[in-house]
Every structure is written in C-alpha cells, then in structure tokens.
C-alpha cells in the first residue's frame, strides 16, 4: 500500500464532525450489547440463531462486501476508466447473486449445515472438509488484516493519529461488538453502516454533480478529458480488461469477471453465504442475496459517478488524468472529493460512512472465521463431543485470537506495495477451483471424495501457477487480465481433475447424498414455502430474481 | 405460534431492541444537527458545495427518512415467532 500524502488528504474536520463520528461509535457498541442478550447457545452466536428477517440478511449480504476495496478501490476505477467500472457490480455480482439464491441456497439452507467448509464434509467427506476449512481460515485472517490495515491507515491520514494507534483503536472496536454479541452483532451492525454510508455518498454524489453541471456536465467535463467518451459507456470496456480486441473484451468481462470470479466469490465464499444462512426460513434464505441485488445495482452510482466527478473537478485528479504526479492516486479520488465538497457536518457523516464501511469488512471476516474455526477446526478435529456450551463460551475468545491475527497480518500487509492486486489474486486461489468442486458435486452424483479435495488443491496450484508465470513475465498480462486466466486456468483444472479420479475411484452411497445432490433430493424439499411469513408475490424467489434481471438487462442498455 | 394480536408485542424493550428503531435514532440525531447546520451556513461552506445548502437538506433528508423507520417499526412491529424463545428477563 502506497504511503498516501500526508497534507492534501487531511480534512478540515471540525469539533461537530468528531462529535457525529462518536456518536456512530456510540451506536455500533449499543447494537454490540443489545444483540448479546439475545445470545443463547452457539447457533446464536455463529448463525444468530437462524432468525432473522430477509430485509436485515439482505443488506448485511451486500453490506459485508462494502468494504474499503469497494468504496475506496470502484470509486478509483470510476476515475480511471469510468463506466467500465459498472461490470463489477452488474456482470460482476447480479447474476451471481442470483445464481447463489435460485440454484443453490436450497442446498446450503436445505441440508441445515452451519458453514460452507461443512457442506464440503457431508457432501466429500473430511479430507476435503478439512482443506476447505483451512485454507478458508487462513484466507480470513490474512483478509481481515489487509481491512484493518486499510482502516487504521484512513484514520492516520484523516485524523493524524499514528499508524499503531490507529490500528489498535480500530481493532478494539470491531473486537468489543463481534465478540459481545457475535453474527447477530455484526450483522445489525452492517445494518446500520449500509445506511450511513448511502448517508454520506448520496450527498457527495448529488453535489458533486451540482458542482460540474449535472449530468449533461458531466457528461462534457469527461468527454473532453484525457480517456474520452469511451469512459461513459459500460461496454465494451477495452481499457479495463486490457485486451485490444473488442469481441474479446467482452468474452473477457462475460466468461472471466461475470461467471468464474464472480459466481467463485459469491456462491461459495462464506462470508457471504453466512448471511444467508442466518436467515428464518428457506424463503428467506433464498430472497436474502435477491434482496441484496437490489441496492447491488444502485451502489455504483454514488460509488462509480463520485469517482468519475473526481476525475474532472478535483484538481490534483486532472493532472494525475493527464499524466502527471501531483502526489496521489486514484484510490485518494473518494477522500479528495469530500475534502473539496464537503462542509463541517456532512462531513463528520461521510467519515462514519468511510470507517463503518472498513469495519464492515473486518468484522465479516472475524464472523465467518469463527464459524468455521469453531466449527470446522475445533469442533471436527482438535476438541470434539463437548457440551454446546463450551463452544459458545470459546466463541469470543476465538475472536480475540482472530483480531491479534489480523493485527499481525496488518503490519505484514503495510509492506505490501500493490496489495489491491495481491487480494484479488488470493480470491481467484481459492473461489474459483471451490465453485467448479461444488457444481460439480451438486449436480454430479457420481463424484467421489477423493475427487473433492484432490480437485481443490490441483485447481488450486493452477491458479497459483498461472499467477508465478505471469509474476516472472512468462504470460504477458496486466493484474486484471492475469486474474482473470488464473481463475479460468484453476476452473478448467479442477473440474478435469474432478471427472477423470471420479471415473477412477468409488463414489459415495447414493442414501448419503440426499439432500446435497440435485438429482437424489425430493424436489419438494428444494422448494421454499409460500404461506405464512413468506406468502405474497414480493416473497417469491424467482419473480423477485426476473425483476433484479430485468433492471440489470434495461441498466446495460442504458449506460452500454 | 405468533401472538394473534402483534400490537400487543409492542413493548417500549421490544421497540428499542428492533434494529429499524435504533437506526432511526441515529439518523434524528443525524438530521437535527446537519438541519441546524443548515439553517445558517456560512458563505464558506456554501461556496464549498457550489451553493448548495448540502447540510441542510441532507438533515432534512434524514429526518424523513428516520421518520420512515421509526413508522414501520411502530407499524409492523417484531413478532417473536415462539413465546418460549423470549428469555424471562428480555422485557426489563
């Protein structure tokens, strides 16, 4: 990570902006003690109980993945290459999101395990339980130290406090509410930052355009601009894919950013799944990505257009545009326009926003480890047959261990130079090759154990392969485009691998399968109920995801 | 079983314990302060957003907004799906 500079990017924060920041602390504790009286047994803790309703799973789904990459990194790509931008949010997660609710959240709520890893154990059996589970652990531990490390470092530059100070203060934080109240906390939490910070980017977003003109303005200001017209329409997005080639650009943002990263990343990353799990009903659990999908498609606009506004008013933006260096780079291009935009007050509200958008990656990232260090590690392999009681009491504890991890991640992660890449490398190692295996075996009955694990970690090392080719300049592509080859690469491999050692070695007894495989689960039990809670046609899974589709379908056309 | 009657949950706990309530909340305190804000900007921070009173009619914004919340949490409020759920001492 870049050291950014000190002086351009410190806000004119006054004592009222300090006092709105505080009292958004205020509130996020609250909700940490108010969800631990609701916290009974472990499933509570982990799962919040299985309870809770599809509007509040809904935001928290799309909440966790709100986090500084999104806010700080889109609003960066929206000054660099503009409109583009928008497949990350419409290629990149609508279909998946919905793939996730229709297809495939029957299976994860239906056979009532606790966490991916555990769908893995039933379906494949432990040795690749055992892989999934740790290397998602990991994975988790070194993500939330990279959003710790975002956090600490946006509030040294705000507020001037050293880096370590920062850190710790930040870690405290997002420790106190995750271990008082567990997912239940974390999730009303997300809640309430999702609010907050639409509070802060609706405003800067509707200025901004104010301030260039309006739409037709800006419109102008970026036609003229160094990137040009291109820059307003989505597709086909050369610049962002780094392919010359139209027609391949295109197959690029479809096949490699639409299908393999982005159903990898949403359809089987527990962070988000968790979400949905914790939902009360299979209806809900189903609506609860549909329901995230909806301000999915909106977000772009006041996290996109706010760094396209950047791009043409602020003015160290402009020359960085035109190729100089005025000292900054596009991930300031978020901060910049607030400091030029916003007065005393509104501003002290885009702070919250900024630092509960930080948080809210952090403090998913401890949830879900939680569950499947509890469950997954502990529970399965080291301390087994205790009562459930000592798994809820272990759960803060865990976190503590979890947010020191993540401290000592952090000090790693501010030696990393390009860590933004580095991240999206890690998601392609692990998501990728874990969607083909779990397609794979919810459709392919004949799919054996061993072809479970040994299809993640072949699937695996290709991604890590293609990744050290394209690091020693073997395979000549940008970060984007090596990202895209080694999720396709760990894909194909894993799902080769997977069909040959099935044919080779002995599947599971089909009575074991139900409830995991399409083909031997009663249809009936694949379907949601519809009375109740859950009647009324706004309830209804595959009419809610037609109309997401719909939307996404008229948006491409309009901005295409 | 649900209380045939959801009005009767209505709880001044119950009320305060529902996520909408506190976001509510938040967003009054919120609203208040930027639409006082508001009410006398200085030339500066007018000049800042391009003359566009943001404080006061992001506050005013807010305010409808929590007013929105706190009305569906008044109007719908949280039905516990099964009475043995609720802890004895969850109504102090």
Known sequence: ?560 | MSSPNPARNRTAASLLTDIRMIIALLFVIYGLVLAVLGAAPSAEDLEKSGGFNVNLWSGLGMLAFAAAFAGWAWLRPVAPADPAEQEPGAAE
């Open chain 1, 1 to 560: 990570m870049h050291v950014l500079a000190q002086d351009q990017l410190r806000l004119d924060a006054a004592g009222v902006d300090y006092a709105l920041l505080a009292l958004y602390f205020v509130f996020v504790l609250g909700v940490g003690f108010m969800a631990r009286r609701s916290v009974s047994d472990s499933l509570d803790f982990f799962l919040s109980g299985r309870s809770l309703p599809a509007w509040v799973t809904g935001i928290a789904f799309v909440a966790a993945n709100l986090g500084a990459i999104e806010i700080i990194g889109m609003s960066a790509n929206g000054a660099k290459y503009g409109m583009p931008t928008m497949h990350y949010f419409w290629i990149g997660a609508v279909p998946a999101m919905l793939f996730l609710a229709l297809v495939m959240m029957p299976f994860y709520y239906g056979s009532k395990v606790r966490s991916v890893p555990e769908f893995m154990l039933f379906r494949f059996g432990r040795p690749a339980h055992l892989v999934n589970g740790i290397s998602f652990a990991a994975a988790q531990i070194l993500i939330a130290g990279v959003n710790l490390f975002l956090l600490a470092s946006i509030v040294n530059v705000l507020l001037g406090w050293p880096l370590w100070v920062s850190l710790l203060v930040a870690a405290a934080i997002v420790l106190t509410y995750t271990a008082l109240g567990g997912l239940s906390a974390a999730i009303y939490n997300e809640v309430l930052q999702f609010f907050v910070i639409v509070a802060a980017l609706l405003p800067l977003t509707y200025v901004g355009l104010h301030k260039v003109g309006g739409w037709d303005g800006l419109v102008q200001k970026v036609s003229a601009s160094p990137g040009g017209a291109e820059q307003l329409s989505a597709w086909p997005g050369n610049e962002l894919t780094g392919f010359g080639d139209s027609f391949l650009s295109v197959l690029g943002i479809v096949f490699g950013l639409g299908f393999v990263l982005a159903f990898g990343y949403w359809t089987t990353n527990f962070v988000e799944v968790q979400r949905a799990m914790a939902s009360k009903s299979m209806s809900a659990a189903q609506r609860t990505p549909i329901i995230g999908a909806f301000p999915k498609l909106l977000i772009p606009f006041v996290v996109v257009i706010p760094g396209m506004i950047a791009g043409v008013s602020v003015s160290e933006m402009v020359a960085l545009k035109a190729g100089e260096s005025p000292g900054v780079d596009y991930n300031d291009a978020m901060l910049l326009l607030m400091r030029d935009l916003l007065p005393n007050g509104i501003l002290g509200v885009a702070l919250a926003g900024l630092l509960a958008s930080f948080m809210a990656g952090m403090a998913a990232n401890l949830s879900a480890f939680n569950t499947v260090f509890t469950y997954d590690i502990w529970q399965s392999y080291v301390v087994k047959d205790r009562p459930d009681r000592y798994y809820l009491k272990m759960g803060p504890w865990v976190t503590v261990g979890a947010t020191a991890g993540a401290v000592g991640t952090a000090f790693i992660a501010s030696g990393y130079e390009n860590l933004m890449d580095y991240l999206q490398q890690l998601f392609s190692f692990f998501n990728a090759p874990l969607f083909a295996t779990f397609i794979l075996g919810m459709f392919w009955k004949r799919m054996t154990p061993t072809a479970g694990w040994v299809g993640l970690v072949l699937g695996t090392a290709s991604a890590v392969v293609v990744f050290l080719l394209s690091e020693a300049g073997v395979i000549a592509l940008s970060g984007q485009g090596a990202s895209f080859v080694g999720a396709g690469a760990a894909f194909v491999v894993d799902i080769a691998v997977s069909v040959v050692i099935s044919l080779m070695t002995r599947p599971k007894p089909d009575e074991q399968l139900v409830g995991l495989v399409y083909s031997l689960t009663p249809k009936e039990s694949l379907k949601a109920s519809s009375t109740g809670e859950d009647a009324g046609w706004y309830r209804k899974p595959w009419l809610l995801a037609g109309i997401v589709l719909a939307i996404t379908v008229v948006m491409n056309i309009v901005f295409g």
